[in-house]
Structure formats: structure tokens, C-alpha cells
């Protein structure tokens, strides 16, 4: 089953629901890893540059500000994507293909998912309740500068990892392979 953008197209120009998927997970893991990178070369290393209450003052409007449809868009539908992706090689038995379907949506949902739950996250709420101008407040930015820039990395790297490995199931599925 194919489905044609354009009536009675090329071949070239049809697609299976399996291409259209990994197609959008591609873009979607992309489009977060650049948002990612954007945090961990540039935007983590700036507010580092700065007083430490002016720092946690931007990071937690930073954390407060995120929740806008488009980062919403683009995180959780990359993951809805991914989880359906790994459904879909779990239940199709694509063989190689589908192993690599596999890794991509596994590594997104592990990679960016889990370790933003897991790490990001509780850093964010710990920064968001400091007292300003106290030991504690010091220790929790340096903490965030550190620690919540690591886990960003890591985040950075497994959503483009994701993004390669859903363009090449795309590129090994229009192969023919």
C-alpha cells in the first residue's frame, strides 16, 4: 500500500505510511537535537558568564517559557512518533530495516524522553524553588550549570542519532533493500 502526494504519480513519488512516518520523526528528532545544541553551545554557556541570581533568574523563566505549542509540537509528537516507530518494528519483523526503526525510536525515547524526565526535569523544579541570594541557591546553579548541561549534551547527541538512523531507514527503504 503506497500513498500518492500527487494522483497517478512516478513510483519515485509515492510513499508508504511507513516512509511518511520515519520521514517525520527525522524532522522532529532533528528539529529537537538543534534545540538541544542551541541550550548546550551557546545558551548554558552564556547565563555560566553571568551573576549566578541573574543566571537562575533567566534559566527559570527559560523553564517557565518552554511550554509553548511549538516546543510542545515538536517534543511530543517526535515522541508519539518514536513510540509508534518502535511499535511498528516490534510488530512488523522488518528484519534489518526495522531493527534499525527500532534504535532510532528507542534511542529518542531513552536518550531524550527518559533522561529529560529523569535529570533535566528535577533540576529545573530544584533551581525554580532556590532562594535567592543563599549557599543553597550557589550550589543548586552550579550544580544546573554542570550537571543539567551534561545531561543536555547527552540529550543533544541521542536526538540526532535518532534523526541519522531515521533517515537511513528512510534511504535503506527507498532503496529497495
Same mark, same amino acid.
Given at each position: 500500500?503506497?500513498? &500518492? ?5 512516478? &513510483? ?5 505510511? #511507513?516512509? @511518511?512516518?520515519? #520521514? ?8 529537537? =537535537? /538543534? @534545540? #538541544? ?14 551573576? =549566578?541570581?541573574?543566571? @537562575?533568574?533567566?534559566?527559570? =523563566? ?5 511550554? %509553548?505549542? &511549538? ?5 511530543? /509528537? %517526535? ?5 509508534? &516507530? ?62 543539567? %548541561? ?7 547527541? =541521542? ?6 538512523? #531515521? %533517515? ?10
Amino acid at each position: 500500500m503506497s500513498l &500518492s502526494l500527487i494522483w497517478g504519480a512516478p &513510483s519515485m513519488f509515492r510513499f508508504r505510511p #511507513f516512509d @511518511i512516518l520515519a #520521514f517525520a520523526a527525522a524532522i522532529g528528532s532533528g528539529l529537537v =537535537a /538543534g @534545540i #538541544f545544541f542551541a541550550f548546550s553551545s551557546f545558551v548554558m554557556p552564556a547565563l555560566g558568564q553571568v551573576a =549566578a541570581d541573574r543566571g @537562575i533568574d533567566v534559566m527559570n =523563566a527559560l523553564n517557565r517559557t518552554v511550554y %509553548t505549542p &511549538s516546543f510542545m509540537i515538536a517534543f511530543w /509528537g %517526535t515522541t508519539v512518533m518514536c513510540l509508534a &516507530s518502535v511499535v511498528v518494528a516490534l510488530t512488523r519483523r522488518q528484519g534489518p530495516i526495522g531493527m534499525v526503526q527500532l534504535c532510532a525510536g528507542g534511542v529518542f525515547l531513552i536518550g531524550c524522553v527518559g533522561i529529560t524526565s529523569a535529570f533535566n526535569v528535577p533540576m529545573n523544579e530544584a533551581l525554580a524553588g532556590a532562594v535567592p541570594g543563599t549557599q543553597h541557591d550557589l550550589q543548586i546553579w552550579a550544580q544546573v550549570l554542570e550537571d543539567w %548541561t551534561f545531561w543536555n549534551h547527552v540529550r543533544t547527541g =541521542a536526538a540526532l542519532l535518532s534523526a541519522c538512523l #531515521f %533517515t537511513l531507514v528512510l534511504v535503506w527503504a527507498r532503496s529497495g533493500r
